[in-house]
């Protein structure tokens, strides 16, 4: 069976519903038009909808949602709650990006049985792969919600093609487009392992939902090809439907952009922000909008290029010149696209990510920063905060916890503005050090890195280059192609010691002894097989490595001898336990007395559970959208890695600490249990998968009364009153919007609370002082050693002042330019740089050396001379055995052969007499 054969619905022929080939494109699509010859689709057909709206009446989000929901919700659909944009229950995807993904892999594997079957939702999503076409071509969203119905079949039939056509056709009907307008085009669907048949549903050259067949999954062999790719027949069948609600409200309204019909007042607002307002009463203005619409679908604008063709079109049509109509629109298109991007942060903030230079929290930045840059372009007379706020009490309306949150995120976006202004302030050296290093022509791979690494925008670049005289082309999908690099956190490794699964393949899973007998420190078990180090046992007491928690230690014994346990590890549900090299094995077959360390585990179990306990407290103090970034368990101290978005205080770090410790002294019951995953979720909420995201239907949840609930699948003790104390002694700032809090529990916490006294006492002992006045103390004499510190700077400045008109008066002409060169005996670096500095007042180039024992070198070059200081100092490097670097103004470096300093010196006049390369 070819798989076009599986496009025949029998709802669509009884209808009067014809299959037919559209003369444009070439794809196969059905309708009700007899005299349809096109498929419906831009290019193909213009959007015809645009000022004739479909529906029978406009409609805003709130009502076409809740439209949407209760239309299935009456033909047996369970209606479900949003799940949050960022897509915490997954661990390949940072954000949410269709309502599929809220049941993957779990649901679509058949390992999770579906929360309600069928099913009806609204899922907010984000997608940046269209980023920069955001704005400027009126249809495009980086954030927007799929309306859905799924049905999940998999031994029992819930319904299939037929029934899901036919609900569609109902409720576009139902909303008063008549059914000769609607098109149904056949376009298989393809992604993640999976595909299809499905159809994209069109209304007057508006796709309106997607609705997929999903009935294959990826196979090298497999029969069917779709898309570059072999599938074969899976046993589920899954109903996968996408709805765009901002394209139903769109089609209700018939307005010129989708963002004039999803959030019109945000758009008013920002409008007036710009000073733009006087353009909406603008007839012409009006007249250009409409007509750029309607062909926007048409021309499929997703480049500057594509932008400027159609406004040429428009143009042409209006006899008005393109570029008078680039200047009407580009600034409104700004606008369009900083309240898309405002929406798109309220949802990414509120939903618990923070902005920061890795993971989900780059994605954020990335949204953030190109918002102000808009902002900035506009001259919007308003901060990033003023334009998100907009949207959080648009959102507020239908989703409060918008409103719960919105001091959070607006204090989010002003640390964010103000961390971008510091970032552009200290850039410009960076940007033209760049276009020198490409000698005028920044790559794109540069213009990349600018931006991944230091936070440069494209724009920016480019107005600096400018200045300078430099060339930099900006791609039009550079934010896309930067948002595709952070997608998701990628592919783990294939898994431990791969070239064992043979072995391990018919061996049962491992009974996890650690769990079921948590008090225990001794037990007998049977050993299934023995190779290469490794021992697989029936069951264990070994806790294997894995959740940011070491593995247990101890012995195995048999007659014939002990065997120590020096790593275990877990390899698809198997146990592993590597046996120290050289101490042989036990035999398969024998049964084996196992027994762990019992002091290592209770250090590990107090840590693990210190790590919930302060994760709770960093989020009680810092704010809600704390998340954990990833943890460590040791056997001296542990660590928690948190998400926040500005320096934590030292009041704020005592704050934690205290909150950690008065969990400790309420000793709460620590009760973990196994919890069907539906139920896990429903109860607590995705919070629960803060540390990592664990597979199968039955998880593990660590209850601690009162203080969290996560999915953990550690050791841990049975009361929080037993871990007896929490010492927080470290916090550092690991990434942007990443903090690590370091500390030691129990008598480990004690010892190191105790080793920090010392050092205290030790201290005040050195400088014989009282340990309470040690503080001001050391103040003092840090004030007397800087004040020291001015007073030799200054000496060297005038030390270089007397040398200068001693070095002026040596000064030689090199190829046109006034040049010193000169070895100053015993000068260190600083001061070689003060007199190198000094000098251009005077000269056009100095070039130094001194040096005690290793030899240095400096290079100072006047603007617009054409010698590189770096160049120099190289070549003088070369000669000294070292290395340098700087820019073409100064660099320094140095090397060991000290007694060569006058021949590097040479080295580098040589170069001047070259002249330039």
């Excluded at 909303?175 to 595909?195: M, Q, T």
């Excluded at 409200?249 to 710009?274: H, I």
């Excluded at 719960?404 to 002003?414: G, K, N, Q, S, V």
Aim: glycine share 10%; charged share 30%; with cysteine.
């Amino acid at each position: 069976m070819s798989l076009e054969e599986e496009y025949r619905v029998d709802y669509l022929v009884d209808l009067g519903f014809e299959r037919r080939r559209c003369r444009s494109c070439g794809s196969t699509f059905w309708t009700l038009d007899a005299g349809r010859e096109s498929c419906g689709d831009p290019p193909c057909d213009l959007y015809s909808f645009i000022g004739e709206a479909p529906l029978s009446r406009e409609y805003g989000l709130s009502e076409m949602r809740e439209t949407f929901l209760s239309f299935f919700e009456d033909r047996g659909h369970e209606r479900l709650d949003r799940r949050p944009v960022a897509a915490w229950w997954r661990d390949d995807l940072y954000l949410t990006v269709a309502s599929i993904a809220d049941f993957q892999p779990h649901v679509t594997s058949g390992r999770v049985p579906p929360p309600a079957n069928p099913l009806t939702i609204s899922q907010p999503c984000i997608r940046l792969d269209d980023l920069d076409s955001v704005g400027r071509s009126g249809r495009h969203l980086s954030s927007f919600e799929m309306m859905a119905h799924h049905a999940f079949n998999f031994n029992d039939e819930v319904y299939w093609k037929e029934r899901t056509v036919e609900l569609c056709q109902e409720l576009l009907t139902g909303l008063g487009v008549h059914g000769e307008e609607v098109i149904y085009k056949e376009d298989p669907w393809a992604g993640g392992g999976n595909a299809g048949p499905a159809f994209e549903v069109l209304v007057r050259g508006l796709e309106l939902a997607t609705l997929v067949f999903m009935d294959l999954e990826e196979h090298p062999e497999g029969e069917y090809g779709v898309k570059g790719s072999r599938y074969r027949r899976m046993d589920a069948r899954i109903v996968d439907t996408g709805y765009g609600l901002e394209r139903f409200t769109w089609a209700s309204k018939g307005s010129p952009t989708v963002y004039d019909a999803a959030f019109p007042g945000v758009v008013e607002e920002l409008t007036g922000m710009a000073g733009l307002e006087h353009r909406l009463d603008d007839p012409e203005y009006r007249e250009v909008l409409g007509r750029t619409a309607r062909l926007a679908g048409y021309m499929d604008v997703d480049t500057a290029g594509d932008l400027m063709k159609l406004r040429r079109r428009v143009a042409g049509e209006m006899d008005v010149d393109a570029e008078h109509l680039d200047e009407m629109l580009r600034p409104v298109e700004g606008v369009y696209a900083v309240a898309d991007h405002a929406r798109s942060l309220a949802f990414m903030l509120g939903d618990g990510l923070v902005p920061s230079n890795v993971g989900a929290g780059y994605l954020v930045r990335l949204v953030a920063r190109r918002a102000i840059r808009f902002m900035n372009q506009l001259g919007v007379d308003a901060s990033l905060a003023d334009a998100v706020k907009l949207q959080t009490r648009l959102l507020g309306e239908d989703y409060p916890e918008f409103l719960r949150a919105e001091e959070e995120i607006l204090e989010m976006c002003d640390s964010e503005e103000a961390k971008f202004e510091d970032t552009l302030s200290r850039g410009k050296n960076l940007i033209v050090k760049t276009a020198d290093h490409f000698e005028g022509e920044v790559p794109v791979e540069a213009l990349v890195d600018l931006y991944d690494s230091h936070g440069l925008p494209p724009e920016y670049v480019d107005e600096v280059a400018e200045e300078q005289g430099y060339d930099v082309e900006v791609p039009d999908d550079f934010y896309a192609r930067v948002a595709a690099k952070h997608e998701g956190p990628g592919e783990g490794g294939a898994g431990l010691l791969a070239h064992f699964q043979e072995r391990l393949e018919d061996l049962p899973d491992t009974d996890r002894l650690y769990y079921e007998l948590p008090g225990e420190r001794s037990f007998e078990a049977v050993v299934l097989n023995a190779f290469e180090d490794h021992v697989v046992l029936d069951q264990t007491l070994f806790y294997p490595e894995g959740g940011g928690q070491p593995p247990d230690r101890g012995t195995l014994e048999t007659g014939e001898g002990v065997f120590d346990v020096a790593e275990v590890k877990s390899v698809n549900g198997v146990i592993l336990h590597r046996i120290r090299e050289g101490e042989g094995l036990p035999k398969k077959g024998e049964i084996v007395t196992g027994r762990i360390d019992g002091e290592l585990r209770d250090t590990h179990s107090r840590h693990h559970t210190s790590i919930h306990l302060v994760l709770s407290a960093a989020a009680e103090v810092l704010g809600s959208h704390v998340r954990q970034h990833g943890s460590q368990v040791g056997a001296e101290k542990a660590r928690v890695d948190v998400t926040h978005f500005k320096s934590i205080t030292r009041e704020e770090v005592n704050a934690i600490e205290a909150r950690a410790n008065g969990y400790v002294r309420e000793d709460a019951q620590v009760r973990p249990r196994w919890t069907e995953r539906n139920e896990a979720e429903e109860k607590f909420g995705l919070e629960i998968y803060q540390g990592g995201v664990p597979h199968g239907d039955q998880i593990r949840v660590l209850d601690i009364e009162g203080v969290d609930v996560q999915a953990c699948g550690g050791t841990h003790v049975s009361s929080t009153g037993s871990i007896g104390l929490v010492y927080l002694d470290r916090v550092d700032q690991v990434q942007d919007g990443v903090y690590r809090l370091g500390f030691s529990s129990g008598e480990v916490g004690v010892e190191r609370m105790q080793e920090s006294r010392r050092t205290l006492l030790e201290a005040a002992e050195t400088l014989d002082v009282d340990p309470d006045d040690l503080p001001r103390s050391v103040e003092r004499f840090f004030d007397e050693w800087k004040g020291r510190g001015k007073e030799i700077r200054r000496l060297r400045e005038e030390v270089a002042e007397l040398r200068r008109d001693d070095l002026v008066d040596g000064a030689e002409e090199i190829g046109g330019a006034e040049v010193v060169i000169k070895e100053l005996t015993g000068a260190d670096m600083n001061e070689l740089r003060a007199t190198a500095e000094s000098l251009l007042e005077a000269v056009d180039v100095a070039l130094l050396g001194g040096g005690n024992g290793v030899a240095s070198v400096v290079a100072a070059v006047s603007d617009g001379v054409d010698v590189d200081a770096s160049e120099l100092v190289e070549a003088a490097c070369g000669v000294l055995g070292g290395g340098g670097g700087g820019s073409r103004s100064l660099a320094q470096g140095g090397g060991p052969n000290a007694e060569s300093l006058g021949e590097a010196l040479s080295a580098a006049r040589e170069l001047l007499e070259d002249g330039p390369s």
